[in-house]
């Protein structure tokens, strides 16, 4: 099989390669979309029920404060009688301290009630908002949820197709070929490149006189000393496949 023969194969695998690259690249963000989608409303269901817990803390505290302050009011009118009934001075300054206390203590308990009031407030007001936000994000999940699988399957099932393609593709080249292939294609996305004037058309670099007319016998493939594709001559200007600016390189690394 010569070096021309293999060619059209080698290019046939690395647009395979290509088009199942740009599958997976398409699955994977839809995938990632939804399941960001998801986790993000998981995130805020668990701090609704931190904080609607929290809330029901708070409301049952202000409920037993609320009762600790009208048995103070009781208290302190019991005082007041006691304060009438003295007999004697020291009688009635016990009164009078005992209803000082009991009125600090009442003023306290006003203070600590109003401040859950407003906490309690604060807290309902966050509820509903991410009770909104909740919401809103179930609705896009719904409503993303059946276009975003037909999407996927969609993309799976030419995936699937390109994989067969590229089986049959990949027995078409020697075992020595696609292994350089494969070689290569862990560092770079686009492993080959043309060249039709001694310039690669993957990384536009000028590549060495003497290699350029060894590969116009075209005997075998060359490697680029600068981007390390495999590189092939054709006698035509061909498109410029997916080079180094597509792989955020520049055409001067080596």
């Known amino acids: ?150 999407q996927l399957e969609d993309a799976e099932a030419q995936r699937a197709v390109r994989v067969k393609e590229r089986e049959l593709a990949v027995k078409k080249l020697p075992t020595t070929l696609y292994r350089r292939y494969e070689s290569v294609r862990t560092r770079r996305p686009h492993p080959i490149a043309a060249t039709h004037d001694g310039t690669c058309l993957g990384c536009h670099m000028t590549i060495p006189p003497m290699m350029f007319q060894k590969m116009l016998r075209q005997a075998e493939f060359e490697q680029c000393p600068h981007c390390r594709r495999i590189l092939y001559y054709t006698p035509a200007p061909v498109r410029s496949p997916e080079g180094d600016a597509a792989e955020g390189t520049t055409s001067s690394r080596a």
């Open 1 to 150: 099989m010569s070096i021309r023969d293999q060619i059209a194969p080698l290019e046939e695998l690395a647009t395979i390669d290509d088009d199942l690259r740009r599958l997976e690249e398409q699955i994977g963000k839809q995938r990632g979309s939804l399941e960001g989608m998801r986790a993000e409303a998981k995130v805020l269901e668990e701090r609704l029920r931190a904080d609607r817990e929290m809330l029901s803390q708070m409301e049952k505290t202000r409920s037993e404060l609320q009762i600790e302050l009208r048995q103070m009011t009781q208290q302190i009118e019991r005082s007041r009688e006691k304060l009438q009934r003295s007999r004697n001075e020291r009688e009635s300054n016990a009164a009078q301290r005992e209803i000082e206390e009991l009125r600090k203590l009442h003023r306290d308990r006003e203070e600590e009630i109003e401040r859950l009031s407003t906490a309690t407030e604060a807290a309902k007001k966050s509820i509903d908002a991410t009770d909104a936000k909740h919401r809103n994000i179930v609705q896009q999940i719904e409503g993303t949820v059946e276009g975003t699988t037909r």
